[in-house]
């Protein structure tokens, strides 16, 4: 009879109607008038039963470091005076965050599935708290839903997509410096004083009278106003006024032979330790890396500076590294129209250093660039770092990542009871 009402549901009454009066049986015309009827009836309500009814997705932070949780409530609301018989939502989460309630396969390759079925009562609205772990570092999307609903005896059903998605990115674990091996307060650079390299528009120590040349950002309005005479601002000098990272991706000599995770995770703790370190001392920082954003061509370098959101910039791009390169670090140092700023130190990060690289690196010292590199892997590199200052933190990353392992598991064993009991 389902069948029946189904696909052919016009078709079948017609047609019972029609042999009905054919064989003057009012009692296949009445079966075929009722079969109309039903059928209309429960095709008028699949129709309108995802009329008004409304999916929400809601987030207080998009944002997270490994280790941490992100809150969502799923949200469905019948804005309708009548009520929905029944309704299945199905959302897809990223299944590298596993979530505190069950979720099934999609077929999808790094997505799970939420499903819920209920009933909504005129003008109901109904919500379920998800929280989404993060246990690796990345950009996860969250979406596109799905809601399916019919008529009351489920003869025919409306499937609407929701295709609004919820991005969350998911910043790498940082450590202090000192839980790397690098004692000193600051191993990389900016020392007060000394020869006037630059001047650092951040630090204002005075004000001078106006020289012709000087640009207008420079000018102090209000020291003017209370003068009466133009006055430009006094920057404190600088030996060092940026930070610059550079990341080498790289984890292996050829491409053929694939790359290592675990290094290539300790290259992005590192550097964006290294990074929120350079920040937290007020220094300006930037970021180069021979790899890309996801879905775009475009390579990975965030200019230095020293704005309040510039950190999480940065943190923003080491999240989306991939282990995809588009060129050597050294191409990517050297890019023509990408200068370093004058005086920047240059920090880099590699597990390998290839001549080329070396060469860069001396070439940008020669510049006026101080360069230093922090070695993230336990492989020889034989001279071609030879008399650049070089700090292995293999040893000290060893110890972090062994911690960092039992607290997982022991974090996994607390989610998955969370789950059962959800």
């Keep these: ?144 839903a799905r809601l399916r609903s019919g008529d009351l005896f489920g003869l025919f059903d409306r499937q609407v997509t929701v295709r609004e998605e919820s991005s969350i990115v998911v910043y790498p674990r940082t450590y202090t410096l000192p839980d790397l091996g690098l004692t000193a307060a600051r191993p990389f650079g900016e020392q007060p004083g000394g020869h006037h390299i630059y001047e650092d528009p951040v630090r204002v120590i005075g004000v001078r009278d106006y020289v012709p040349g ?22 404190e000098p600088s030996r060092s006024q940026s930070v610059v990272v550079a990341l080498n991706i790289t984890t292996m000599e050829h491409t053929w032979q694939g790359y290592d995770p675990i290094v290539l995770e300790r290259g992005v703790v590192v550097a964006a330790s290294i990074a929120r370190a350079a920040f937290e001392e007020h220094s300006a920082i930037g970021l180069v890396a021979n790899g890309s954003f996801p879905d775009a061509d475009r390579p990975i370098r965030i200019g230095s500076g020293r704005r309040p959101d510039q950190l999480v910039r940065v943190l923003e791009a080491l999240a989306m590294i991939a282990p995809f390169t588009t060129a050597s670090l050294s191409d990517e140092l050297e890019r023509s129209g990408h200068a370093l700023p004058a005086g920047a130190t240059v920090v880099v990060v590699a597990a390998l250093m290839s001549e080329g690289l070396a060469a860069s690196l001396w070439r940008l010292r020669s510049q006026g660039h101080a360069v230093h590199i922090v070695k993230t892997s336990p492989w020889e590199w034989g001279d071609d770092a030879a008399g650049l200052p070089v700090t292995e933190i293999g040893p000290a990353m060893l110890i972090l990542e062994a911690a960092e392992a039992r607290a997982r598991t022991d974090g996994d064993s607390l989610f998955a009871r969370t789950v059962r009991i959800t």
């Design 214 to 235: 000087d640009p207008l950002k420079r000018v102090d309005w209000n020291a003017t106003a209370r003068t009466g005479r133009i006055q430009s601002r006094l920057y």
């Design 1 to 144: 009879m389902r069948d029946l009402l189904g696909d052919v549901w016009l078709q079948a009454s017609i047609g019972l109607v029609l042999l009905g009066l054919a064989s003057s049986s009012m009692l296949l015309v009445g079966l075929g008038v009722l079969v109309f009827g039903a059928g209309g009836l429960a095709r008028i309500g699949a129709w309108l039963s995802l009329d008004r009814v409304h999916y929400t997705r809601t987030m207080p932070e998009r944002r997270a470091f490994v280790g941490e949780t992100i809150s969502m409530r799923l949200r469905l609301t019948n804005a309708k005076r009548f009520p929905v018989p029944w309704i299945e939502m199905r959302d897809s989460l990223p299944e590298a965050m596993p979530a505190d309630v069950a979720t099934h396969p999609s077929g999808q390759p790094g997505l799970v599935l939420i499903q819920r079925s209920t009933a909504l009562d005129a003008r109901e609205q109904i919500e379920w708290p998800v929280t989404l772990r993060a246990e690796t570092r990345g950009f996860f999307r969250v979406g596109p």
